[in-house]
């Protein structure tokens, strides 16, 4: 009989059946490939994702650095005589006012006078500001204190601004506004941003045009 049993197991394993050690191995297996698979996905979406916002900031940042220079190249004062009134009306090193003739021309032909436009870091939010002019009948152009459009372009970001006269030397930024002569001396000004993202990467854009 003993014989005879050992020739039915024997059978029944030649004929394809598997052991339960075979099953459980098997589950065993499969459950760890289907972990590393899920480990490998999670990785491409996070990869992926951070991908998508290094694009969006340096799209974002080099749009900001476009617009700043279109508007430094046709900046111009606000009065006829400069002297007086310099088309940068301030800078430091994280902070510049100036002003520019955007869309200055009315539908009937008439100048309008240019507009003050002022981008600041200060405070580590990065935020640009622009203020149309109102003009009094035979009087000089005035701006008022509350911007007509603000746009904030980030919180964790920085702007830092560098001066050059026209002989190419640097004119040197601080803290403190420059003197009209100084300013009036400006013919080129660089613009660096730094924004940190929300994982804590640090990107840099902008420099020497």
Avoid at 104 to 126: C, I, K, M, Q
Wanted: charged content about 25%; hydrophobic content about 40%; overall charge negative.
């Amino acid at each position: 009989m003993r014989a005879g049993a050992g020739a039915v197991s024997a059978r029944v394993r030649g004929d394809g059946g598997f052991t339960t050690t075979e099953v459980v191995v098997a589950l065993g297996v499969s459950a760890i490939l289907g972990i590393i698979t899920l480990f490998c996905v999670l990785g491409i979406q996070r990869s992926s994702a951070a991908s998508i916002e290094r694009s969006e900031t340096a799209s974002t940042a080099r749009a900001a650095l476009d617009s700043w220079k279109a508007l430094l190249a046709v900046r111009e004062s606000p009065v006829r005589d400069e002297s007086e009134r310099p088309a940068i009306e301030s800078i430091t090193t994280d902070t510049i006012v100036f002003y520019a003739s955007i869309d200055n021309r009315t539908a009937a032909g008439e100048f309008l006078a240019p507009t003050r436009v002022r981008v600041t870091s200060d405070g580590g939010r990065l935020v640009e500001e622009r203020t149309a002019a109102t003009v009094p009948e035979d009087a000089s152009p005035s701006y008022p204190a509350e911007p007509t459009t603000r746009r904030h372009l980030g919180d964790d970001a920085t702007v830092e601004f560098r001066a050059y006269a026209a002989d190419g030397r640097a004119i040197p930024l601080s803290d403190e506004n420059l003197e009209g002569t100084s300013r009036a001396r400006i013919t080129r000004i660089e613009i660096r941003l730094t924004i940190v993202d929300d994982a804590g990467e640090t990107h840099r854009f902008g420099g020497a045009p």
